[in-house]
């Protein structure tokens, strides 16, 4: 059992209203415990003599088994630590609502995610120093990536089900644990996917952590193989060094806005409001800087309460202006995600953590002619209310077309067995799959004044045209893969949808109505507070400094500029590593 020595209350009460006490000052403010910022928590306080504070909405998992179990991560969903927010309706698929799980607890979404990880293609990142944030690069990057991880060397068992890597992409020594479930497939199965893969020309890759994505393989999760837990932020990041004076963290207390102090020039945040679980709200006081880590959905509207964002909606909810900044809360992606389900003649006693990366011409013919980036800027800068210009837009579209014509993969396609998913072996394999870099852009507002109330979450999906095609492309490529020997002979039927619903001759218009309404958020939002320069809508600099203000910073999921060919807790982890040293930088 841990041993949890909870410090006494640490802070000087200074005189005023009992109804707003003014608790002592920190150094640094971190609003949110998820990744993004535990890892600046953590490295902040390794300074002595100076105190860091986060405060999170949520509680401590340590013990709650849907947390720490290494299989079937989808129990802890819908649960109380899921904020469980529901998007808008979808205008251009289907009209649906979407579920959006968020977690709500101090690890924040690493605590109740699939724990897949995997980073993004080279070229990628290089793309957000070309844009204009200087320093950012994948060479760069890299070191942050390795910093951060430490990988347990497979097991002998583990080698022989299929697991392969490279010791050069991987940490040895950094707080977060990498590694593959016990409960990996023994057997010749992915001997039979790989084989299936290579027969579409796609080729085994040994790891596909050291920046080059494209291809089959077995992914590392975030594990701790010796305690056989889920790797969350907080055991990574917190537990190891909750002892340290300089660091406190408040639980069940959310934060409402950020308090501003008096200045001339650029806004300078003198701490936060906070409401306890009790509902009193009190000030607590930074000496040097705010870190927002409240997460993608969660951040920016931060911000906007905070008086920073677009001023026509903050007029529209008596806010005023502190930073007029049109970009908070746009340029939300994120990646629709369908799934096919095979019954098989096998029983599948074991987790497959496998995954297929594709690039364009792997899995769509002729997709160039198809495309036309000025269309979809304009038609993205309209979806918007003209937030972002139809010519910023069409430049960054721009360098993600280029990204995608230098082979950077576009399509993930997953496999899982029910036992993965916590609903017990039997023959049923399931191969969700999705496209990673969408042109469609929505936007997450808030709806209200009051913190309380949920944010607007509106991802547009399919408000670009072209990503629809590449989600059909890319189902039309996960069914043929699994009618492509030898993975073929395995399977004794689709049990989703099935070929009634969608028949194997279906025409494109029975494919469109199938992805637009049985898709789902793959939970990879971003860019809500993109790392860009202001004039093409950006929210935050190359040092994630908010602009307008002196000494805001945003390190999360929100400052990422586009999707990866990846899962996102890598690369956050990462960015909040290389934050962590530009903020000493800055002491
Ligand atoms: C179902 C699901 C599966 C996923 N699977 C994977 C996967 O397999 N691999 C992967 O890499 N990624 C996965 N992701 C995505 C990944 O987990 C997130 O992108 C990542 O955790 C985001 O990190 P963050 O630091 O930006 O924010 P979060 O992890 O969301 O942390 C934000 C924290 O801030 C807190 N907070 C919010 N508002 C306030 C406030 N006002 N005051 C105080 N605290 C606040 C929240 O409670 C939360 O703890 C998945 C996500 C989901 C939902
Ligand atoms: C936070 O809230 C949870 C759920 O109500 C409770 O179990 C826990 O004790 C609280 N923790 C703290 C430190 O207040
Ligand atoms: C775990 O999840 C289940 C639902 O999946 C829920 O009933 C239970 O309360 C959860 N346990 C904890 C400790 O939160
Ligand atoms: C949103 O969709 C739901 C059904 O999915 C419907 O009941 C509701 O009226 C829709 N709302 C709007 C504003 O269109
Ligand atoms: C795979 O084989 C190893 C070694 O025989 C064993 O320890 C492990 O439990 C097996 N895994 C599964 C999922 O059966
Ligand atoms: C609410 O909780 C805070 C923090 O634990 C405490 O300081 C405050 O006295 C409580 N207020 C009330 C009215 O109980
Ligand atoms: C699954 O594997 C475990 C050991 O890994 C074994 O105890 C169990 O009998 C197996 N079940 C089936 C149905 O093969
Ligand atoms: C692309 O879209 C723009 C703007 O809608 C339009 O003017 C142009 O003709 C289109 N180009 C092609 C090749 O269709
Ligand atoms: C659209 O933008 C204009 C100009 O900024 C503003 O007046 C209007 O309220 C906005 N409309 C919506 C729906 O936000
Ligand atoms: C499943 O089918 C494959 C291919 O026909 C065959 O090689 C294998 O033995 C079968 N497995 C079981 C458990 O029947
Ligand atoms: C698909 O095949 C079925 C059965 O062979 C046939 O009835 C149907 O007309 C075909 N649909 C199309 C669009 O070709």
């Known amino acids: 059992m841990r041993l949890k020595v909870w410090l006494s ?37 390794e300074v002595s003599g100076i105190s860091v504070a ?45 579920a959006y799980h968020a977690g709500k607890a101090l690890g924040g979404t690493s605590t109740i995610n699939g724990m897949t990880y995997v980073r993004a293609e080279k070229s990628q990142i290089d793309s957000w120093g070309a844009i204009g944030n200087a320093g950012w690069s994948w060479d760069d990057l890299f070191s942050y990536y390795k910093k951060s991880e430490s990988l347990t060397l497979p097991t002998a068992a583990q080698l022989s089900s299929g697991v392969t890597f490279v010791p050069n992409d991987h940490g040895e ?198 495309i036309n980036i000025s269309s979809y800027a304009e038609s993205v800068s309209a979806a918007i209310n003209n937030t972002i210009a139809a010519a910023s837009l069409e430049y960054l579209f721009g360098i993600q ?11 993930e396609t997953i496999m899982e067995t029910t036992l993965n998913l916590g609903l017990g072996p039997n023959g049923l394999l399931v191969s969700p799959f999705w496209l990673l870099m969408p042109f469609s852009r929505g936007n997450v507002h808030i709806s209200s004044r009051d913190p309380k109330v949920y944010p607007t979450i509106n991802p547009n999906f399919f408000l670009v045209d072209f990503d629809l095609k590449v989600q059909m492309a890319l189902a039309k490529w996960t069914r043929k893969f699994l009618a492509t020997e030898p993975m073929k002979s395995l399977i004794t039927a689709e049990v989703s949808p099935g070929f009634t619903a969608l028949p194997e001759n279906a025409t494109d218009a029975e494919w469109e109505s199938w992805v637009k309404t049985a898709f789902s958020s793959n939970s990879h939002p971003l860019g809500t507070a993109a790392m860009m ?43 909040a590593e290389k934050a962590s040293d530009m903020i000493k930088e800055a002491m």
Not at 201 to 227: C, E, F, K
């Open 9 to 45: 209350f640490p802070f000087v009460f200074t005189g005023v209203a009992a109804s707003e006490l003014c608790l002592d000052r920190y150094d640094y403010i971190v609003v949110g415990g998820g990744p993004g910022g535990l890892t600046v928590a953590n490295r902040l306080s």
């Open 54 to 98: 986060v405060i999170e909405a949520g509680r401590e998992v340590f013990n709650n088994p849907n947390v720490t179990s290494v299989d079937g991560f989808t129990t802890a969903l819908n649960t109380a630590i899921d904020w469980q927010y529901i998007s808008t309706n979808q205008s251009y698929a289907s009209g649906q609502t979407l």
């Open 173 to 370: 020594s950094g707080p977060l644990k990498v590694g593959y479930p016990y409960g990996l497939l023994n057997g010749s199965f992915h001997t039979v996917v790989e084989n299936t893969w290579q027969a579409l020309d796609l080729p085994h890759n040994p790891d596909v952590n050291g920046g080059s994505v494209r291809g089959y393989t077995i992914w590392q999760s975030t594990l701790d193989m010796v305690a056989n837990v889920r790797e969350d932020a907080a055991r990574a990041y917190y537990y190891p060094v909750e002892l340290r004076p300089n660091l406190h963290v408040f639980l069940n207390t959310t934060v409402n806005r950020i308090v501003w102090g008096n200045s001339d020039g650029a806004a300078v945040a003198s701490g936060v409001e906070i409401t306890f679980s009790n509902g009193s709200i009190s000030i607590l006081k930074s000496r040097r800087e705010v870190i927002l880590s409240a997460g993608s959905l969660r951040s920016p509207a931060i911000l906007e309460l905070s008086g920073i964002g677009n001023p026509s909606i903050l007029d529209k909810y008596g806010i005023g202006v502190k930073v007029d900044l049109p970009g908070v809360g746009e340029n939300l992606q994120d990646q629709p995600n369908n799934n096919f389900i095979s019954s098989t003649n096998s029983t599948f006693n074991g987790s497959i953590v496998y995954v297929a990366y594709g690039s364009m011409p792997d899995f769509f013919d002729d997709w160039d002619a198809n």
């Open 401 to 411: 077309y280029k990204l995608l014509q230098n082979g950077i993969p576009n399509a």
């Open 533 to 575: 320069p202001r004039k093409l809508g950006g929210v935050v600099d190359g040092k994630l400094k908010v602009y307008g203000t002196e000494n805001v910073r945003v390190v999360d999921a929100s400052v990422m500029p586009f999707q990866v060919s990846g899962h996102l807790t890598s690369t956050i982890y990462a960015i």
